[in-house]
């Protein structure tokens, strides 16, 4: 297999060392060594069950590559390598798709947020790119997840699986039917942003864990990597995102949920970060909706996890009984506890946007 896929990038399969790379999931990934040169290069096989076009993904990533060269031509974009015939994709025989990667010497990667510092520059890398693509136009770009971030969908679909879901699993995921519908106002509340055009369509990540940024040796910020959910969408996703998953030291794996926690010095790090390259650039309402990001992100991701526990699981895999029900009451802990500072983070973000950063 390596052979052929490798050979259409111009590189001979015998003259590399190939190794499983990162901890992903959802895509397939191969470190790729050279024996004698010492070329590194990253080999990624696309997840077609989830990414049904993946050509749409090489079109926005290349488009997005040539504004950037462009326009800021010193910034670090990680961009796919072309193929012999020009493509930045290649269909193996299997009906499998694969991209490769140049490999960033001395850039590391982190599974978790252990510092307010890392969720600075995460924040900051995350806004960048953002803010360096706010003169393109978000039209020229697919979406690669329809509806991906679409909570007023996600609670739609919520309520339709309630009508026929069994009986035993309604009885077990009681208390988080509550919390969904006592929460039910932020899914309200998406929905009126949206029916209103209340801010601006942006070309933003998606998926802000820590892990996908590169960062130096010395923990600094480099670049934003893993670009497959690039694609119009609005701030609300990148911040939200990075509210549910660095705040707690707990994730949403936690089954404990006294460790469930918000750590306040950590969103003042997401907050100045994201505002140090987007403060100018986000509008009035924006900012009024910074706090209210992590509420959305947070509630969307419970009801994700309590949908399919209610639909039998046939989303997110489950490694024991009741496992995504387990997750569903995670979220709905970090979320009342987010609630119960909302007060404190929203005193942050006016004073940070006063601030000259």
């Not at 701030?235 to 707990?250: E, H, K, N, Q």
Request: hydrophobic share 40%.
């Amino acid at each position: 297999m390596f052979n052929d896929i490798l050979r259409s990038f111009n590189l001979e399969a015998e003259e590399y060392r190939i190794e499983k790379f990162g901890e992903g999931l959802i895509n397939r990934t191969w470190k790729i060594t050279g024996v004698i040169n010492n070329n590194e290069f990253i080999l990624q096989q696309i997840n077609k069950s989830v990414f049904k076009a993946p050509q749409y993904i090489a079109q926005n990533i290349n488009k997005i590559n040539n504004y950037l060269s462009e326009h800021y031509p010193g910034y670090l974009f990680v961009a796919p390598l072309p193929t012999v015939n020009g493509d930045y994709i290649v269909q193996y025989n299997d009906g499998e798709y694969y991209r490769l990667f140049p490999y960033i010497k001395s850039s590391v990667t982190l599974n978790t947020v252990q510092t307010r510092d890392e969720a600075f520059e995460a924040a900051r890398q995350f806004a960048k790119f953002t803010n360096l693509l706010a003169g393109f136009k978000v039209s020229e770009l697919t979406y690669t997840l329809a509806g991906f971030h679409d909570l007023s969908a996600r609670f739609e679909a919520f309520k339709r699986v309630i009508k026929d879901a069994h009986t035993e699993r309604l009885a077990e995921a009681k208390t988080a039917i509550e919390s969904a519908y006592k929460h039910q106002a932020i899914a309200e509340m998406h929905q009126a942003i949206m029916s209103e055009q209340m801010i601006p369509l942006r070309v933003v990540h998606h998926d802000t864990k820590i892990s996908n940024i590169l960062f130096n040796e010395d923990h600094k910020g480099l670049c934003v990597i893993d670009l497959d959910t690039v694609m119009p969408g609005y701030y609300m996703s990148d911040v939200g995102d990075m509210m549910r998953t660095y705040l707690s030291p707990a994730n949403e794996e936690e089954q404990d949920f006294s460790k469930i926690e918000v750590r306040e010095d950590f969103f003042t790090g997401i907050v100045e970060g994201y505002l140090s390259e987007m403060n100018t650039n986000l509008t009035n309402t924006e900012r009024r909706l910074f706090v209210y990001s992590g509420k959305l992100m947070i509630y969307m991701q419970a009801i994700r996890f309590l949908t399919d526990y209610l639909n039998n699981d046939v989303y997110y895999s489950a490694s024991y009984p009741g496992h995504n029900l387990v997750r569903a009451q995670n979220q709905f802990t970090l979320l009342d506890k987010y609630i119960a500072a909302e007060d404190r983070f929203m005193e942050i973000v006016l004073s940070t946007q006063n601030q000259r950063i």
